[in-house]
């Protein structure tokens, strides 16, 4: 099931550059937007003001895709093995209870989205167990399934010696993850899969994400997801 929600805008793939704010002349950084002139478009703080007065914010791009775009978090490439990318997601707009968190990364996402149309309770909905949390990336709202890994970096706090020796290194589980996360690519179409650099987890554990677009999932194919993420070995 594909929705209306879980498409990415094409314009993701365009370029992040600096723009003009059309609205106070500020810069920023945005993607160009057809319906504004080359070079403008409108920054997210500014979209704010000019809302109310307007009925046509279609004049101005898409929040998320052209201005107030999601922050970037580096992940492991899937494709080349070995080589970092860069996802723009906000993954903490709230904790695995679908309560809003406001983390410092996520300042800038426009929370009152999550109050239209009864988004929040439906993306509430669509939440997993301990296991997700609500995210955007790209500007699409969904949610993120994040599975953590134990290495003997991240447990080397809270473990005695014997038992860290047993445990693998990042270098170790990291190319495991990676090959697993391409290969669930192909299992569940439409999920996007990653491998985040370990700063990007709380614990700062190895983990796995799978963002899943809003209403891209029936539940049959949650579950079916959350087995084949719990089932990895890395
Ligand atoms: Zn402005």
């Known amino acids: 099931m594909t929705t209306e929600n879980s498409r990415f805008h094409p314009d993701v793939q365009q370029r992040v550059r600096s723009l003009f704010c ?8 945005g993607r160009q937007y057809h319906k504004q002139p080359n070079g403008y478009g409108m920054e997210g703080c500014c979209a704010d003001i000019v809302q109310p007065s307007t009925d046509d914010m279609d ?3 898409i929040e998320g895709v052209h ?6 978090a580096r992940v492991h490439s899937l494709q080349m093995p070995g080589a970092m990318e860069t996802w723009r997601i906000s993954p903490y707009v709230t904790d695995r209870r679908g309560v809003i968190t406001r983390w410092p990364a996520e300042e800038h996402v ?3 989205l999550l109050n239209i149309h009864d988004l929040h309770d439906r993306l509430k909905a669509q939440m ?5 949390r609500i ?3 790209d500007g699409v709202w969904g949610v993120l399934f994040e599975i953590e890994f134990h290495s003997r970096e991240s447990e080397q706090f809270t473990e005695p010696q014997d038992v ?3 445990l693998d290194t990042d270098d170790q589980v990291i190319p495991r993850l990676v090959a697993a996360a391409g290969a669930l690519g192909v299992q569940f179409p439409g999920v ?4 985040p650099e370990v700063i990007y987890v709380e614990t700062m554990r190895p983990a796995i994400w799978a963002f899943v677009p809003d209403g891209l999932h029936f539940p049959a194919q949650h579950e079916a997801l959350t087995l084949a993420l719990q089932q990895l070995k890395p």
Do not use: M, W
């Not at 996007?192 to 491998?195: L, N, P």
């Open 164 to 166: 860290l020796q047993g």
């Open 59 to 61: 004049a101005y791009g």
């Open 110 to 112: 426009p929370l009152h």
């Open 135 to 137: 995210a955007r990336k």
């Open 67 to 72: 201005y107030n775009l999601d922050p970037l």
């Open 192 to 195: 996007h899969f990653a491998v």
């Open 128 to 132: 997993v167990g301990d296991i997700t």
């Open 22 to 29: 059309s609205h106070c002349g500020g810069s920023f950084e």
